[in-house]
């Protein structure tokens, strides 16, 4: 099966993770991906190789000092021969180097030039720093997480660059010309306007609950998981708790049940009671889970944390012939 981007060449000035993530999507997907960095590397190569090696695994790589001229040069030169420009820099900062989008299109006149930053091009905090936990605390992910100081995973960074990628591919496919002003807290405050109910509001049934051992993730929200779970603790089934709706109302009284009877569980035991009544149930911590590993491998996907090379999430497979 062609790659779907085959075809799509990509020049990448952009460092750390929002745009080489991007690119990397990119060039998992088939686009080739010239990685340009300045004299003393990416800084993720520094302050986290494992990251840097998985981002920008798939792509090709030069190494430019664009404070020199002849380098500034042979960058326009690259560019002439990409259709995708991607930089990561604060405003103001491709003109000093004479990489702006105009400079670009000069050298390639149908160049999807994608900037991203995290205040975008223009409004008052343009250029103000930012990093994927600031940016959360702005866009009011912070808040959500409780007393920890921070969301595990890097949404805002991840976030921004799966939509680049989107707007990326897109732009292309309608020929190119495009210029993508990217705000990484633009994407922060649409993504946290997608909030199910369950995050914003107590839930009895979604969420962390300790057990005997440990403790378990249960995401339970339908009326027919509900039933299921009653069944798995002999609960007698309650009409007055069979909707979604009268569970939100009482929310307090099934949470302490709840604690209340897994707390006489192992964690291995309410894993296997999920197996046995098909309950959205997990371990909290499931990197080392043989379930979990099982089916990352089933999916050919590597389950080692110390992976360099983490693979496109998602498995193309060719129409079958009728």
Not at 42 to 51: E, K, L, Q, Y
Request: net charge negative.
């Amino acid at each position: 099966m062609t790659a779907p981007l085959h075809g799509m060449t990509v020049l990448d000035l952009s460092q750390q993770l929002p745009g080489p993530y991007a690119t990397f999507l990119l060039a998992s997907l088939g686009a080739d991906v010239l990685k340009v960095e300045p004299p003393a590397g990416d800084p993720a190569r520094r302050f986290d190789p494992p990251m840097f090696e998985r981002v920008n695994a798939g792509k090709r790589g030069v190494f430019l000092d664009l404070k020199s001229p002849a380098d500034r040069e042979r960058l326009l030169e690259l560019a002439a021969g990409c259709a995708v420009f991607v930089e990561g820099f604060r405003p103001g900062v491709t003109a000093r180097l004479g990489c702006d989008e105009k400079a670009v299109r000069e050298a390639r006149p149908d160049v999807v030039y994608c900037s991203i930053s995290g205040m975008g091009q223009t409004g008052p905090l343009a250029g103000h720093p930012t990093h994927d936990l600031s940016l959360q605390a702005m866009a009011g992910i912070l808040g959500d997480a409780g007393e920890s100081d921070r969301i595990g995973v890097p949404w805002v960074d991840l976030g921004t660059a799966t939509t680049a990628a989107l707007a990326i591919t897109a732009a292309w496919h309608a020929g190119g010309g495009a210029f993508l002003d990217l705000a990484m807290l633009d994407v922060a405050t649409a993504w946290n306007s997608v909030k199910p109910l369950a995050v914003t509001e107590p839930e009895a049934t979604y969420g962390v609950v300790a057990a005997k051992d440990g403790s378990v993730a249960l995401a339970l929200l339908e009326d027919h998981m509900w039933l299921r779970l009653c069944t798995a603790l002999a609960w007698p089934a309650d009409p007055a708790l069979a909707t979604y709706a009268d569970r939100r109302g009482h929310a307090a009284e099934i949470r302490a049940r709840l604690e209340t009877a897994f707390a006489q569980y192992t964690v291995a035991e309410l894993i296997a009671l999920a197996h046995e009544h098909d309950l959205p149930l997990g371990p909290t911590d499931a990197t080392g889970d043989p379930d979990t590993v099982a089916q990352l491998r089933a999916r050919g996907r590597d389950d080692s944390p110390a992976a360099r090379h983490t693979p496109l999430p998602l498995n193309l497979i060719a129409p079958q012939e009728s």
